[in-house]
């Protein structure tokens, strides 16, 4: 099962806004989704909001699979000032939310999204992936 895969985290999960580009940062961070960033076109003035869990059907948005009792993770609040195509995270690692810093580039998060896509397979076929030791 997916809210079974490995989550990166940090020791704190705060968020500050910064107001120069409207970007999120956010210290605890949601299963890797994707390795590749959603390039978007959004409206202006309509609000969005991105799923930090990692585990919405409609990514790169939120679709309120949050609300479960096993996931701690909220969506990030965006409202678009400005029509141009954005680059929004797909790998839920980036410091800048919702958009695209190219963490997905980094070796853990590569090896992270490995593991999760092999995980799938192997819970596709019904086969019982190994315990991760804690």
């Known amino acids: 099962m997916k809210s079974q895969l490995v989550r990166l985290t940090t020791l704190a999960a705060r968020r500050s806004l910064s107001t120069a580009t409207g970007a999120t940062e956010i210290t605890e961070k949601g299963l890797v989704f994707d390795i590749k ?3 978007f076109t959004p409206t202006e003035g309509k609000t969005y909001f991105w799923c930090s869990c ?4 409609k ?3 939120c679709d309120g699979t949050h609300k479960r009792p096993d996931i701690k993770l909220r969506p990030v ?4 000032t400005e029509v141009k195509p954005y680059f929004i995270c ?3 690692q980036t410091n800048r939310a919702p958009f695209c810093d ?3 580039k980094r070796a853990e998060v590569l090896k992270a999204f ?3 896509q092999q995980k799938e397979q192997k ?3 019904g086969e019982k992936a190994p315990e991760t030791p804690k």
């Not at 990692?54 to 059907?57: L, M, Q, V």
């Not at 609040?77 to 678009?80: D, I, R, Y």
């Open 37 to 39: 960033p959603v390039k």
């Open 54 to 57: 990692g585990e919405s059907k």
């Open 59 to 61: 990514q790169p948005f």
């Open 123 to 125: 819970d596709d076929k």
């Open 90 to 92: 797909n790998c839920k």
């Open 114 to 116: 490995e593991e999760q």
């Open 77 to 80: 609040k965006w409202e678009c």
């Open 102 to 104: 190219a963490t997905h």
